[in-house]
């Protein structure tokens, strides 16, 4: 089995702190994928997803997590 790396962002359709880092993605032209744990419980619980906006970066072949508005936003900006 192939391990893809990639930038996995957690939020809801109700989030309201989602929004701002999925826009700062957006401005800076970075795919990440977007995942629902109310639609995808298995992605959250394998990452330990306790609360949105939460983002997985499994790029380097660690796993990076960054939680709340403020830790995602510092992580996008180092983008």
Same mark, same amino acid.
């Given at each position: 089995?192939?391990?893809?790396?990639?930038?996995?962002?957690?939020?809801?359709?109700?989030?309201?702190?989602?929004? *701002?880092?999925?826009?700062?993605?957006?401005?800076?032209? /970075?795919?990440? +994928?977007?995942?629902?744990? !109310? &639609?995808?419980?298995?992605?959250? *619980?394998?990452?330990?997803?306790?609360?949105?906006?939460? /983002?997985?970066? +499994?790029?380097?072949?660690? !796993? &990076?997590?960054?939680?709340?508005?403020?830790?995602?936003?510092?992580?996008?900006?180092?983008?």
């Amino acid at each position: 089995m192939k391990n893809i790396h990639m930038i996995y962002m957690f939020s809801t359709t109700h989030c309201t702190k989602c929004p *701002m880092v999925k826009e700062a993605f957006r401005n800076k032209n /970075i795919e990440v +994928t977007m995942v629902d744990p !109310e &639609d995808t419980p298995e992605l959250a *619980m394998k990452y330990i997803v306790m609360t949105v906006p939460t /983002i997985v970066d +499994t790029r380097d072949g660690k !796993e &990076d997590k960054y939680t709340g508005q403020e830790q995602c936003l510092g992580f996008v900006n180092t983008l």
